[in-house]
């Protein structure tokens, strides 16, 4: 795969040396893996409010066409293709890929895994009813281009849910000093927290970009419970943003 802006090669290195690890829970995506149910919930909920689909159904998303960016092993990507999405999921880590494609294997889901990045795919002439990028963007080595790439991706009127980290004092010693240093939920050195992005500068590309804000929620963690919880409002270290593509 030939360079792209906005990947970063030192990213993609850091995240293929855990590839094996990408279905253990208990491994260095243990995050992701208490982030899942409520990251799903959310992305089902904004997409059937969006299209207008039952969610009471077996196969809710069915005839739609999804791009999962950023996908690593395919932690979003199956559970949305086994809610009947024709499904796609992409990442710039070949290690990440072939894991993905091996688990899908083992579940029996029919995804479409492909290892190039949102730039290239843009080149070709497929395009989605719903992208989602997940915990991708403050892995990002240039936002602009990438979002960028993921607008020509997007048909006219389709949906883009992505998640990220916010760029705050709090952020820093939950996402990285706790996260990483103290309960070694994360390799340390996952997050550069320079990296991570206020809602106001993910919003500015995005409208400059022709995409139009629906939703902004907050993903928080509650030690009580120990799982994520959504709190509108409270968007101090994780939220969610809902963007929809405007018609040129």
């Known amino acids: 795969m030939r360079p792209s802006a906005s990947v970063a090669d030192d990213e993609i290195t850091r995240f293929s ?4 690890d990408w279905w253990n829970p208990s491994g260095a995506f243990q995050p992701l893996h208490k982030l899942n149910p409520v990251r799903l919930a959310y992305v089902q909920d904004q997409i059937s ?5 039952n969610k009471k159904t077996r196969h809710p998303l069915q005839n739609l066409a999804i791009l999962d960016v950023g996908c690593g092993g395919g932690l979003i990507t199956e559970p949305l293709a086994r809610l009947g999405a024709t ?8 290690a990440a890929i072939t894991e993905a494609k091996r688990h899908a294997k083992v579940t029996e889901l029919s995804i479409h895994y ?3 990045s949102a730039e290239d795919l843009a080149q070709e002439s497929q395009r989605f ?24 991706l997007l048909k006219p009127d389709g ?4 998640s990220t980290l916010n760029r705050t004092i ?5 996402g990285i000093v706790a996260a990483e240093y103290i309960l070694n939920w994360v390799p340390r050195g996952t997050h550069n927290w320079q990296k991570f992005i206020r ?4 919003v500015a590309r995005l409208e400059k970009h022709r995409f139009h804000i629906c939703d902004l929620t907050g993903l928080i963690f509650n030690p009580l419970t120990n799982e994520f919880i959504l709190r509108h409002g409270d968007v101090d270290v994780n939220y969610l943003l809902t963007t929809k593509r405007v018609n040129e």
């Open 87 to 94: 499904i796609t999921g992409i990442d710039a880590s070949a």
């Open 49 to 53: 409010q969006h299209y207008d689909l």
């Open 159 to 162: 949906l883009l849910i992505l």
């Open 114 to 116: 492909k290892c190039t």
């Open 17 to 20: 040396e855990h590839a094996e």
């Open 170 to 174: 709090k952020s820093f010693f939950l």
């Open 129 to 152: 009813d719903v992208i989602t990028a997940l915990e991708i963007a403050e892995h990002v080595e240039d936002m602009d281009s990438f979002v960028r790439a993921l607008g020509r």
């Open 199 to 202: 809602p106001s500068e993910l």
